[in-house]
């Protein structure tokens, strides 16, 4: 890696994401993705099964001789001796247990890696906050309580969670469909190139789309919870004089207004993959 790449993969949001794990951390983490990747090898054997199977579907309402693909893998699986519709269900069975294991094995993987990423981030949280106390009160008050709680609490899980895992399961799911892409332009050369051109564009629309809005939601969800975060402190350590003053009606409507520009906010992330 040039010192170019380098310097912009350090600069970008997962490198920076990145660099809060350990290295022995870091190499558990791609041990996962590469496992996550591995899976997709079961996904694979699944759509081959089903795509002979309607091959031999085709074949038998024709009334005609198989192909010789689907002859070869007949006789690899030791199916080429039984009747049609013994092949049929055989070829169902694999199939589906093919699919459905990959999917048992896949949220197994992911309740793992959400379960480490998540120990790790509350290591993190203990390690700023030990660093946090060990600084003068100078440095502390820099920033205002409820700023600092959320880089200590919600940003951390935002880096572990929200970004990490994201990525993760981005790289398991894009290498799933580089790998049948390959297969496909081993079946279909002209399919492959078609739907490949078709889905690219797709995916550069939707990524010109949703990234920048992605990175606006974020900043505005992250000063929306600090903000009302602090209305809520502030009611609180001084409710006395909020008493006295006749302000509790204000504060009541600031709160609530500020929680209704947070949920909305919240509304619109749940249509943003990458957040």
Do not use: H
């Not at 078609?194 to 939601?217: E, N, P």
Request: aromatic share 6%.
């Amino acid at each position: 890696m040039n010192l170019g790449l380098r310097s912009r993969w350090r600069s970008s949001t997962l490198g920076r994401s990145a660099r809060v794990l350990t290295k022995s951390d870091q190499k558990k983490t791609m041990g996962f993705v590469a496992l996550q990747i591995s899976l997709g090898v079961f996904d694979l054997l699944g759509v081959v099964a089903i795509g002979i199977l309607g091959a031999l579907a085709v074949s038998g309402v024709k009334s005609g001789s198989n192909g010789s693909k689907v002859e070869w893998v007949l006789k690899a699986l030791n199916l080429d001796g039984l009747t049609f519709q013994q092949q049929t269900a055989a070829l169902g069975v694999i199939s589906v247990g093919l699919l459905v294991t990959r999917t048992i094995l896949s949220v197994l993987v992911s309740r793992k890696i959400l379960y480490f990423l998540s120990s790790r981030g509350s290591r993190i949280s203990s390690m700023l906050v030990a660093k946090l106390l060990s600084e003068s009160l100078l440095v502390v008050n820099r920033r205002s309580v409820q700023s600092t709680v959320y880089s200590l609490t919600e940003g951390v899980y935002a880096i572990t969670i929200g970004v990490l895992s994201a990525t993760i399961i981005a790289i398991s799911d894009g290498s799933l469909l580089v790998l049948l892409t390959v297969a496909l332009f081993v079946a279909d050369p002209i399919v492959a190139i078609t739907s490949t051109l078709l889905f690219t564009a797709i995916a550069l629309v939707l990524y010109r789309l949703q990234s920048v809005r992605a990175k606006v939601i974020g900043a505005e969800y992250s000063a929306l919870s600090i903000k009302s975060n602090e209305k809520i402190n502030e009611v609180l350590s001084s409710y006395r004089e909020a008493v006295v003053r006749n302000r509790r009606a204000y504060y009541s409507n600031e709160i609530g207004s500020l929680r209704l520009d947070l949920a909305k906010v919240t509304s619109e992330m749940g249509f943003m993959p990458n957040l």
